[in-house]
């Protein structure tokens, strides 16, 4: 047997988690973030599965959540929400969220994907991020997985393919403009993890 061993791996696929940086809402006035679960769940996901997970906001720096998605909320809303709770009291996990990367620092082809989670910050602060309107463009059309949750779909409004055309249709963005002062903003759907694909939104 030869004593030569092979131990070249190829690079793990890793994925660009977006996250919205706090905002203060119009509508309740008051604080907002993006929606505790709708990273963490998807965190814990992907790095079981394999993949490594670069968490990035607009501005980059300290993100905040959403106040009823923190399971240390005196509501109790998301009280159920083990997964955010161990994530928020790891602090090498915690740490991604207070020191965020740039947009303006993620490249397309130093990832396998891009998702982006919702919240109620994405409905004030998304539709006016360029950089995050680009990247997922650039996704999208390198038929990357391209997932965008929730009230993340305020990244939809502007988003522009290299043929001037949204990769949704375009009688939606009047629907989910007309929504998107209220305090959740519009509907959503499950989001689709294929090659290509982007969030779709629907009357």
Known sequence: MSANINTTRSRPKEILAVIANPSVSTTIGGPVGFWASE??????E?????????????????????EFSDPRHGS???????????????????ALVENTK???E???KDFDAIYVAGGQSPIFTFEKEPRLHQLIAAFYEAEKPTVVVCHGTAALLDVKLSDGHPPHKREN????????GGFCGFLCQPADWQAGSCYALQN
């Open 46 to 66: 992907f790095v079981e599965s394999g993949y490594e997970v670069t968490i990035a906001s607009p501005n980059g720096g300290k993100c905040e959540l959403d």
């Open 173 to 180: 963005n009047d629907w989910l403009r007309k929504f998107r």
């Open 102 to 104: 740039s947009l303006e």
């Open 39 to 44: 990273l963490t769940h998807a965190y814990y």
């Open 106 to 108: 993620a490249k397309n």
């Open 76 to 94: 109790g809303y998301s009280a159920h929400d083990l997964i955010s709770m161990g994530f928020i009291h790891t602090p090498k996990l915690w």
